[in-house]
């Protein structure tokens, strides 16, 4: 829901040693219960993290375990559940979901699927002007958010631009790649902050089934933290999730600003008290990759002057293979068995003749490094190969 002030101060947190789906309507029910955050309304928008095609295993993306429950949950208060995600800007959306099985899992589970114009075209978007915002003081959310309630389902992990990436940060996701461009290049921090002044979700349910440290939040190390953290207030979630890693909150730029900016908020905790699951290693910040990196974003403004309308400056780049994280075979190891190809879900990626990597096509789901019997696969930019 857009700019709906959180009623309740409990965030609630539960280890999912009896399976993810248990947890997650135990959560739901610490918090209040989902009649409570649904108040009558007849749709609910459910918002994973669905930032690349990794699955929730890897502790890149929102488990379909609780997805499944939050969508039983809001079908038992007799309301429709809607999954609306686009990934990464550098990653394609109907290829993501192919590679995680996204529309299979949600025809199986009833959940509909809304595919936004990520370009944002104006039939699928309303605008927003928060007041207060300092950088980011007009962007765009879908206009189906009007109708519905929104349920942010993140997951506990680290990002290499961001340091991490929680509650306050994953409703990015919903916006169109324009106003998320906007964002990285007016500064990431400010700009989430900004963000949570125009969007509030309804209840946010930090996934921390896995999660990810270190380089984050698509290649960085499985956590295996076994608990969810849930709230409607997305600060405070945040404040507690950084208690269960034991993550200073003013280390994250974001959330320091949101305490300065916003204040700190005041909750009740319900459910269990773990203390430090885990303690995170935060990812590394090197001036020269943060750089460049964001540099990507200003020079894509005149590139989507000249490009076809939905490619980016980012996806032109990747897509050449000099950078970012992809997938090479190694000619002296590869026996040419074909395991890499059948093991990849998108067509046209790997050539068994030339044993080339198409980047244009690639998504950089390493699921062909995985499977590869040889070894043959190496992974270029992936802290993960070298361990």
């Known amino acids: 829901m857009v700019a709906i002030q959180p009623d309740t101060g409990t965030i609630a947190v539960t280890r999912t040693f009896d399976g993810i789906e248990a947890a997650a309507h135990r959560v739901i029910e610490q918090v209040g219960g989902m009649e409570s955050v649904m108040r009558g309304a007849k749709m609910a928008i459910l918002k994973p993290n669905l930032v690349a095609g990794r699955n929730a295993a890897s502790g890149s993306t929102t488990s379909f375990a609780l997805m499944k429950a939050v969508a039983e949950e809001v079908r038992a208060c007799g309301a429709e559940p809607v999954l609306c995600e686009t990934p990464g800007t550098e990653f394609d959306r109907d290829a993501t979901y192919t590679i995680l099985g996204i529309d299979t899992f949600c025809e199986e589970n009833g959940i509909r699927i809304i595919r936004v114009d990520p370009e944002g075209g104006e039939q699928d978007w309303v605008e927003l002007q928060p007041e207060g915002a300092r950088r980011l003081r007009r962007f765009r959310v879908p206009r189906i958010l009007e109708e519905a309630r929104l349920i942010n389902l993140p997951v506990l992990k680290t990002h290499v631009v961001s340091t991490m990436t929680l509650g306050m940060k994953n409703p990015m996701g919903i916006l169109p790649r324009p106003d998320r461009r906007s964002m990285h290049t007016f500064g990431i921090d400010q700009c989430i902050v900004d963000m949570n002044r125009g969007i ?152 068994l003749k030339t044993l080339k990597v198409n980047y244009n096509t690639c998504q950089r789901c390493l699921l062909c490094y995985e499977a590869c019997p040889e070894k043959a696969i190496s992974v270029k930019g992936y802290s993960g190969a070298r361990q």
């Open 200 to 351: 509030r979700p309804d209840l946010t349910i930090v996934d921390g089934s896995i999660g990810q440290d270190g380089e984050g939040p698509v290649y960085g190390d499985k956590a295996d933290l076994e608990v969810l953290v849930a709230g409607r207030d997305s600060l405070a979630v945040d404040l507690v999730c950084c208690a269960v890693v034991g993550v200073r909150p003013r280390d994250i730029p974001h959330l320091k600003l949101a305490l300065e900016q916003m204040g700190k908020p005041t909750w009740t905790l319900a459910g269990e008290d773990t203390g430090v699951i885990k303690k995170f290693r935060l990812p590394q910040q090197k001036t020269l990759y943060r750089f460049i990196f964001w540099l990507m974003f200003p020079l894509d403004y005149p590139y989507t002057w000249i490009a076809k309308r939905g490619k980016h400056f980012s996806t032109m780049l990747y897509g050449t293979g000099l950078v970012g994280t992809r997938p090479q075979i190694q000619e002296d190891k590869c026996t040419r068995c074909g395991v890499c190809v059948e093991t990849c879900p998108l067509p046209n990626v790997i050539d």
